[in-house]
């Protein structure tokens, strides 16, 4: 009989927990909102425990978060603007509140990679780029078959990128103010234009200043990694036409020296599940 493994995907502003099989195959979820690290993780304990015994954890999250497990504070958020997850230890909670199971770490779009590769938009594939658009800029990238993790994971938002012409607002990061991030999220696009990105219609001006900014955001990704696909999701980027205005971008700025950037850039095909199978797949293999 398969083992049943636990998943957990802590989101900005919401959580999901489920469980499912050594398959990555989903028997029952849960969504509700993230608010206190004590909170939030205390939902997701009860609603385990109402319903199997576990035994391996896999945690797909929001970060900054240390993810290299051979470091002291393995699982432990760094400068989040969740003010109240900052210095908040993931695995010592679980560890002292799951004693036994084994938990593995990884970002939420990393997790998010790794279903779609497994499943998804670039099954098959071993050098991808993942990217996603919504309350920041994230990424996770795969070369030769492995999660990039480096000192700490990619931070591919706050790349500093090209500004457009006509653009005049200061930037959204608290940090950076007008790096990818700062210039392309959804709060930036909200505070620039006076409307969240749901509100603006199609043909607004902000969809063209946006393609501007994810298609130099993801040439400079590309020139650095040279994936075999670019994912783009989240939900900014689920606006109508976008991904077709992105993937024209990419080609003139490539002038012809990359090849057929446009036809690397894909919609992840899993969706909101992404993130949550992605976790069930790092328990799986904790």
Not at 61 to 71: E, N
Not at 187 to 203: I, S, T, V
Not at 259 to 268: C, D, Q, Y
Request: proline share 5%.
């Amino acid at each position: 009989m398969s083992e049943v493994i636990a998943a957990l995907e802590l989101g900005g502003t919401k959580t999901v927990v489920a469980l499912g099989n050594e398959a990555g195959n989903l028997l029952e979820e849960f969504r509700f909102p993230t608010t206190t690290p004590e909170e939030t993780l205390g939902i997701a304990m009860d609603w385990w425990r109402a319903r199997a015994d576990i035994h391996r954890l896999g945690i797909a999250s929001f970060g900054p978060i240390r993810i290299d497990a051979t470091r002291e504070d393995y699982g432990t958020f760094l400068t989040t603007p969740k003010q109240a997850w900052q210095g908040f230890s993931l695995t010592e909670f679980f560890h002292r509140h799951l004693c036994g199971v084994k938990v593995k770490i990884a970002t939420d779009v990393q997790a998010a990679l790794l279903a779609e590769m497994d499943r998804g938009a670039a099954l098959g594939l071993q050098d991808v780029l993942y990217v996603t658009v919504g309350t920041g800029v994230g990424a996770g990238i795969c070369s030769h078959g492995n999660l990039i993790k480096g000192t700490l994971h990619p931070e591919m938002g706050h790349l500093m990128v090209r500004r457009h012409p006509d653009d005049s607002f200061v930037g959204a990061c608290p940090y950076h103010r007008d790096c990818w991030e700062g210039l392309a999220s959804g709060p930036a696009l909200e505070q620039r234009w006076g409307a969240p990105a749901h509100e603006l219609p199609e043909h607004h001006d902000a969809w063209e200043m946006e393609a501007y900014y994810l298609a130099h955001g993801l040439y400079a990704a590309c020139a650095m990694l040279s994936p075999e696909r670019l994912i783009m999701g989240g939900g900014v980027s689920q606006a109508p036409g976008l991904h077709a205005k992105v993937a024209s971008l990419l080609d003139v700025y490539s002038a012809g020296y990359f090849e057929a950037l446009g036809k690397r850039l894909v919609a992840p095909l899993l969706g909101q599940q992404a993130g949550i199978i992605g976790a069930l797949l790092l328990g799986a293999k904790s």
